[in-house]
């Protein structure tokens, strides 16, 4: 069984703003959800996770095979900006020709195949100016579905996704994690998590306060602040 | 009323053509040497050497601050008295002007390079770009066509201050009309003659820079092609 093990990780940037310690399992074919008010260090954590922070201690273990090409962990971030000087479909191309190492046609067939999942055929040739903001955000998605890494975390991936494509993004998170992939997910739409995950963790000040089931962290939950954050939700 | 009389412009067709000539060629090599020095010198300015850092900033920040006919004036005629070294005028001109156009060019590349939002070149990383692969796909198309608008204004501010090659005697635009009018006491003709041919140099670009800044990126245009 693959997995990616956090064990008391912590990252601070000074003595009270930062994360941790930490400690979290997150497994294949699940859906993770974090919630928590706005600087409790969400960012901070998923960043920590896919290792683009430097950990001030604790560690981060990856059970995996590696596969030639096959990217493992991958992010889409709070303000998801496409690749500016890339049309949509060079965009969701690149990676695929350069990293997963598809020939053109394939990367081609592959992306036009992602894109129409996220209702993007009719936009592949604009340039990410020409775009809305929801459907820049639908790219960025694309662009990291396409390449299919095995923990696949969002950073509020629905923050200009209006209420159908929010619905949308979520069923296709779901087949996604029943692929045999991880999905972590940061958001605030509450009622969208519900539906969706399997674990939901609540973060306040850098520190999980809670975590379980979301029938029983977002229905029942016995930690204070929780509740507190619940009610105005 | 003044009574224009073109005939002097084509009397004097030969010095004036040579001294257009003149002109763009000393401007192509500042513009050569310039953009070379400039990127390198921006590069520079972005490594994590601190000695480097600090050598391309001290450069970027004297020759920006220099006045260019100070240092045409400076390089001309001080340095043969105090290092006793002589250098042409025309060489003098490529040399102070590569100089100043050099450190403009290295401020924009280093902005250029530094605007480019992080979540871009994160991004690229984290879905499996090497470090090169990021460089050539991302940052560098993207920063080119950052600092394309600024370079070609850049280049449009440094022709405009080749004229000052003229206190050295540089034979270049306005040192020979300089010297037709001293014999035929024509200015009007012969200063009217010098900023149509600057018009028609510069023009052409000013209008390309335009061009290229209204097609930024960062600017947020909704027109569909």
Known sequence: ?233 | MYIWNWDWIWLYREQLIDATLLTLWLNVIVLIIGSLFGVLLGLLKRTRYKIFKVIASVYIDLFRTLPVLVLLIWFYFCMPILFDIKISAFTTSVLVLSLNLSAFIAEIVDAGIENIPRNHIESARLLGFSYWQTNKLITLPIALKNMTPPIVSQYINSIKLSVLASVIAVPELLNVSQNIISQTYRPLEFYTFLAVIFLIILLPWTLWSKRLESKSFFKNKKDKN
Not at chain 1, 65 to 73: F, G, M, S, W
Not at chain 1, 198 to 216: A, C, R
Request: aromatic content about 8%; glycine content about 6%; hydrophobic content about 40%.
């Open chain 1, 1 to 233: 069984m693959s997995f990616l093990k956090a064990e008391n990780i912590e990252k601070k940037y000074s003595s009270n703003i930062g994360i941790g310690p930490i400690s979290m399992l997150l497994e294949k074919n699940k859906i993770y959800s974090l919630i928590g008010p706005n600087a409790s260090g969400k960012t901070t954590l998923i960043r920590c996770l896919c290792f683009l922070e430097k950990l001030d201690s604790g560690s981060i273990t990856i059970n995996e095979t590696k596969e030639n090409n096959q990217l493992i962990t991958s992010v889409v971030f709070q303000q998801p900006e496409p690749w500016p000087h890339l049309t949509v479909l060079e965009n969701v191309m690149l990676p695929l020709i350069h990293v997963a190492k598809y020939n053109k046609k394939d990367a081609r067939l592959l992306a036009e195949e992602t894109l129409a999942n996220f209702g993007l055929l009719d936009r592949i040739k604009y340039f990410p100016h020409q775009l809305s903001g929801g459907l820049r955000q639908r790219v960025v998605h694309t662009r990291t579905f396409a390449m299919k890494p095995k923990y696949l975390f969002l950073d509020e991936p629905t923050s200009a996704l209006d209420p159908e494509w929010t619905e949308q993004l979520g069923k296709l998170l779901k087949n996604y994690a029943s692929d045999g992939n991880m999905v972590f997910i940061v958001a605030h739409q509450i009622n969208f998590l519900k539906k969706i995950s399997d674990i939901v963790y609540f973060i306040k000040n850098g520190l999980i306060l809670e975590e379980g089931h979301p029938s029983q962290v977002l229905g029942h939950p016995s930690n204070e602040s929780l509740q507190k954050f619940l009610e105005n939700a």
